[in-house]
């Protein structure tokens, strides 16, 4: 089975500082994603990568970076927090190999900016 | 961008009963794929159901199954025999073949299965 683990369930960080999101899958998948989920408003996409070292802006970029070292590892990064970053953040990865195109979710990251 | 709609923010159902999810989207494109995600109340988002649009036959996953209207851009999710275990916020989401394997989702629909 697929497994994608996130570094943290639960976040918190203050204004201004640099927080970094891990996310790590087993699956050695090409794709990897980052949403964002907000009540009311269902996932939105942050960044995604279909490389090592290649990464591509989503939907909501402003304000989050990613890192894309190794196959396995997507890294989010808010340079300086804010306080409507807080949100849940999920990671997923795909691989086009399987013919199928669903992505495969990590268990999420409740951040909390103060 | 692809627009994806699920106009039902809630719905609630009886166990054993059956109940109709109902997502739209909105695409010029002719190859995609359609998905229903289901996210418990423990946030593991997992897949239950998915479509590809080049074909006709409804997919069915054992009590899930799906209807895929092409032309009228519809793909609802029914759930039969409705267990306690199904509650939780479902999903509809579309990928365009070209996109960059990108998923696009609705704001989903929190369904509540009672005793």
């Known amino acids: 089975d697929v497994k994608v683990t996130q570094s943290s369930r639960y976040l918190v960080k203050r204004t201004g500082e640099k927080v970094f999101l891990e996310c790590v899958q087993d699956m050695d998948h090409e794709n990897m994603f980052w949403y964002r989920q907000d009540p009311g408003l269902g996932l939105r996409l942050i960044y995604f990568s279909y490389d090592v070292k290649m990464k591509e802006k989503g939907d909501i970029p402003e304000g989050y970076s990613v890192s894309r070292e190794k196959k396995e590892r997507f890294s989010l990064i808010l340079e300086s927090a804010s306080t409507n970053q807080t949100s849940m953040y999920l990671c997923?990865?795909?691989?086009?190999?399987?013919?199928?195109?669903?992505?495969?979710f990590g268990p999420g990251t409740r951040l909390t900016v103060t | 961008a692809q627009t994806v709609t699920q106009s039902q923010p809630e719905m609630s159902v009886q166990e054993a009963e059956t109940v109709t999810l109902s997502c739209t989207y909105d695409t010029s494109e002719n190859n995609y794929y359609l998905f229903w995600y289901k996210q418990p109340p423990s946030r593991q988002m997992i897949l239950v159901i998915r479509?590809?649009?080049?074909?006709?036959q409804n997919a069915t996953e054992n009590r899930f199954s799906v209807n895929f209207q092409k032309a009228a851009k519809s793909f609802s999710l029914k759930i039969s025999d409705s267990q306690l275990g199904d509650t939780a916020m479902y999903f509809c989401a579309f990928m365009e073949r070209d996109s960059g394997y990108a998923l696009n989702f609705g704001k989903g629909t929190s369904l509540l299965v009672t005793p």
């Open positions: 479509q590809e649009a080049y074909k006709q």
């Open positions: 997923a990865s795909s691989s086009p190999r399987t013919g199928y195109y669903e992505q495969y």
